[in-house]
């Protein structure tokens, strides 16, 4: 018997039914280890020896692949055709050989880009070695953002209190829509105006001419810049008498564009059909893995993360077929189509994303998928057929057309296009997945019949007035395409990139654009000015160069991470002797736009307008930046950071509060306001007053009366729970949205669940709760989510998750976590300040009874840690030995703080 180790489930199910019974296919779910989120996993003074730890779940399927391979004869590593994949199956290779169940067996590494059985048949019939530089890729990148995670991070934490993390192609990409956001505080708005003619052929025909020359020069878009020079050309057309002086027709091709790669399919899918990045991934994975297609299980798609526009030598023959069963020979051109990719960094190792059968059309396959799998495959096979098609072929006429009025001339232009061929166009219904047009296409169709030399009667002419409008806001398709341009990232990351903005509130969705929240711009404002270098767009893409280099044998991987981090740690070590003082002014002059928005009474935006005598200035707190008096504590006037990009109206009373109406139980107005920790609803005036903060995800534009009485009524009553008798309520609550029952909470998905969940439904959430226990667990004491070590009274420090949230335990002190604080992330120095602010600060006979106790549990932990961590390098030493020796290595040098990994 053959063992082949693939990734997914779904992926193994397929490929069982390819091979047969001389082979067990069984999956690794992914990676089987990772660097764990603790100080000390690489470590640059034993020349960045990594320390990997496997997880329990980990751990069992490895424990099954190991069982399985001890009786096999060969081993067939058939992960994913990338970098991912490629790591994966060193992973589960080097510790089948710890396990020492390899021996003398065949081991060999498999790859395809299709789960079909000729691709999957072909593989195995042609198995290599493990590409150990592409393996070194992997590694050099896992550990440059594990050090550059978790040793900005903490600098974050130290110098600008309520920024969550940082990471090395995170940051750069949240700094690309700061910019954005920059570049459209300081745009000034410019006035223009464009001037038209409709005028009439001698055969009664009319159409549009945009006047392009007057006063003997030729207008660019934008020439026209008041309504006076408007008004006088208006009237130079008005008495003019037209008279066409040139038609030219000449014939146009228009292309088609390469098949999708990862980073077009996903600007395509949102543009089209409204996926976002991770959508648009979970989807086309599911396409790859397999569908079952009446009884046969197929991956519909080629492999979906790839930079390649390839296609392979047999797809473009079949793909040219289809085009002449589909569409007609006319519709083939007479030699295929090759392409080449424009982004930076690219590596074409793997083909375009491409369907596994031009053949099975969407029609055919419709009745199998889901409407997104459908629309997804649809997009796919449309671009992949239409890349091989014929070019559209058009006629472009250009019409130039004299103004006479007297001694005075002008000159005006009208353009139509017609298609004489659709070529490639006949494989789209909606036009709008087309590639992009550039700007020299028109609109405006086709024009009528239009003779040289002809007269033309004018009917009308048109004047109107426009404003120069800022740069759009990036949305998740377009700071992909910039990403890509620049060589930042690379395909598999863009969508993990997004969702840590997103999961960090460094950025907000609206309306599908990425506005960057507050948090975000002060962590890229200080980033830009205290570690320059690390956000810079050339730099990052000058890494990602090294790191192609690297997997194609050319550069050596620790060499690359040496010259890193030299310059890296000497970056991170200047930063100690940084005052809050000097971060502040420099963020101070940085977010100026945003710190200090200009008054309509065009006062110094500075003064405090509340005393009138001091400057407002950036203040950190507990939970982050706000602005605040320098007056204080005689003044105590502060103001929230919006988390749209410009100031909120001031919780002082400087700004007024918006009125949304009265709540008809109570006869109160409702008012929407800001504080110091944001926008919320209140009812009433004074103490007595109730307030509801806006939930996640709600934007102060898009409250209006309803919605403001809804959240102020919370929690809701949702019925009596049939068995207890005793009322359900919903509400919104420190941790999120939640139910109640007889005094214990279940959470809820969305804010939106909290108004419409049902009685039955409701019922559902607290059973299955009450099963999962206290913190969703079990019953009983919640687990430790992390052990941070020993009290210097004794007694273990903790994180675990309780009824209420995240906390910190010590003996008998809980202290729970700031709000937004992750648990993960928690380090030492926090957990005692806030067992003090508890005040546990004097010493328990239980708490130092129970030390001796947690020194045997780590003996007893580090006898069984052959499975739970190991070297990257192949070094003798024990699992609990490379333990030692990371905590034995010096602090300075490893400073990797407890902080949570953020970036791919």
């Not at 004491?781 to 335990?809: E, Q, W």
């Not at 739970?868 to 030995?881: G, H, M, N, Q, R």
Request: proline share 5%.
């Amino acid at each position: 018997m053959n063992v082949v180790i693939v990734e997914s489930p779904a992926k193994a199910k397929t490929i069982n039914k390819y091979l047969g019974s001389g082979y067990k296919v069984l999956a690794s779910f992914g990676h089987v280890r990772d660097l764990p989120a603790k100080d000390g996993s690489v470590l640059p003074d034993q020349d960045f020896e990594m320390l990997w730890e496997v997880d329990s779940a980990s751990q069992k399927r490895m424990k099954d692949i190991a069982d399985a391979v001890k009786g096999s004869d060969a081993v067939y590593l058939a992960t994913d055709p990338d970098r991912e994949g490629e790591a994966i199956s060193w992973h589960v290779l080097d510790l089948l050989k710890k396990k020492k169940v390899i021996g003398d067996k065949l081991v060999k590494r498999v790859v395809f880009n299709a789960i079909t059985k000729k691709a999957v048949l072909d593989a195995m019939a042609n198995p290599r070695d493990i590409d150990v530089p592409l393996v070194d890729a992997y590694l050099a990148r896992r550990a440059l953002d594990y050090l550059v995670g978790f040793n900005l991070s903490p600098v974050l934490w130290r110098k600008l209190p309520g920024a969550r993390s940082a990471g090395r192609v995170q940051s750069v990409a949240l700094r690309l829509v700061c910019d954005r956001e920059t570049e459209i505080e300081r745009f000034v708005s410019e006035e223009y105006w464009n001037i038209s003619a409709l005028l009439k052929t001698p055969r009664g025909d009319e159409f549009l001419a945009k006047l392009v020359q007057a006063d003997g020069k030729r207008l660019q878009g934008k020439s026209i810049t008041n309504g006076e020079d408007a008004g006088r050309l208006k009237t130079l057309l008005d008495g003019a008498a037209y008279r066409v002086e040139t038609v030219e027709a000449k014939p146009v091709k228009r292309n088609p564009g390469p098949p999708f790669t990862t980073s077009s399919l996903q600007q395509a899918a949102s543009s089209n059909i409204g996926f976002g990045a991770s959508r648009t991934m979970q989807v086309a994975q599911k396409l790859y893995e397999g569908i079952d297609i009446g009884g046969e299980t197929v991956g519909l798609i080629t492999y979906m993360r790839t930079d390649g526009v390839q296609m392979a030598p047999e797809a473009i023959d079949q793909a040219r077929r289809a085009i002449v069963d589909q569409f007609g020979e006319r519709y083939m051109p007479e030699k295929p189509r090759f392409y080449s990719t424009k982004a930076k960094n690219a590596q074409e190792a793997h083909e375009a994303i491409r369907p596994t059968d031009f053949n099975r059309t969407p029609d055919k396959v419709r009745q199998y998928l889901d409407a997104d799998q459908a629309r997804l495959y649809e997009l796919i096979w449309k671009r992949g057929i239409a890349s091989q098609m014929a070019s559209a072929e058009m006629e472009r006429t250009t019409v130039e057309i004299s103004a006479t009025n007297g001694a005075e001339k002008a000159g005006l232009r009208a353009v139509g296009s017609v298609v004489r061929f659709d070529g490639f166009l006949g494989a789209y219904v909606d036009r709008r997945e087309e590639d992009d047009k550039s700007e020299d296409d028109d609109e405006d169709g086709r024009l009528p019949e239009i003779n040289a030399r002809e007269k033309l009667d004018k009917n009308k002419v048109n004047s109107s007035q426009h404003f120069t409008e800022p740069p759009p806001r990036y949305s998740e398709a377009s700071l992909i395409k910039k990403m890509e341009e620049l060589g930042i990232g690379r395909p598999s990351t863009y969508a993990a990139t997004l969702k840590t903005l997103s999961d960090r509130e460094y950025v907000i969705m609206d309306k599908r654009k990425l506005i960057p929240h507050s948090k975000g711009r002060l962590v890229t404002a200080f980033l830009e000015n205290f570690f320059t270098k690390y956000v810079e767009y050339d730099f990052t893409a000058d890494l990602e160069e090294k790191l192609d280099r690297i997997s194609a044998g050319e550069l050596d991987w620790k060499q690359v991470l040496r010259e890193f981090w030299q310059d890296f740690f000497g970056q991170i070590e200047d930063t100690k002797e940084l005052r809050v003082t000097n971060v502040l002014d420099a963020l101070n002059e940085a977010l100026a736009p945003l710190v200090f928005p200009k008054r309509e009474d065009g006062s110094d935006p500075r003064i405090c307008q509340v005393c009138g005598t001091g400057n407002l200035s950036l203040k950190l707190g507990k939970y982050g930046a706000f602005v605040g008096c320098s007056n204080y504590p005689e003044c105590n006037f502060t103001r929230q950071l919006s988390s749209e990009g410009g100031a909120d109206a001031e919780a002082s009373g400087l700004n007024e509060p918006k009125e949304l109406g009265t709540d008809p139980m109570t006869g109160e107005q409702l008012t929407l306001r800001s504080g110091r920790f944001g926008p919320y609803i209140q009812r009433g005036d004074g103490k007595e007053a109730k307030r509801s903060s806006l939930p996640k995800g709600w934007l102060p534009d898009d409250i209006d009366h309803e919605k403001a009485l809804a959240l102020i009524n919370l929690p809701r009553d949702v019925g009596k729970h049939p068995e207890s008798g005793k009322m359900i309520s919903a509400g919104l609550g420190r941790y999120g949205p939640f139910l109640l029952h007889d005094g214990g909470y279940a959470n809820l998905e969305t804010i939106e669940d909290v108004f419409s969940i049902g009685l039955n439904r409701a019922v559902t959430v607290i059973a299955e709760k009450k099963e999962k226990g206290p913190g969703g667990r079990g019953r009983g004491t919640p687990a430790a989510l992390k052990d941070l070590g020993a009290h210097p009274d004794g007694g273990a420090i903790t994180v675990r998750d309780g009824k209420y949230g995240p906390y910190v335990n010590w003996a008998k002190v809980n202290a729970t976590l700031p709000k937004g604080m992750d648990p993960q992330s928690v380090t030492m120095e926090q957990a005692m300040a806030l067992i003090i602010e508890k005040g546990g600060k004097a010493s328990s006979g239980k708490a130092k009874a129970k030390a001796p106790a947690k020194k045997a549990t780590a003996k007893k932990a580090a006898a069984k840690t052959e499975a739970d961590a190991t070297t990257e390098t192949a070094t003798k030493k024990s699992p609990a030995k490379a333990k030692t020796a990371a905590k034995k290595a010096p602090a300075k040098k490893t400073t990797a703080s407890k902080a949570k990994k953020t970036d791919t």
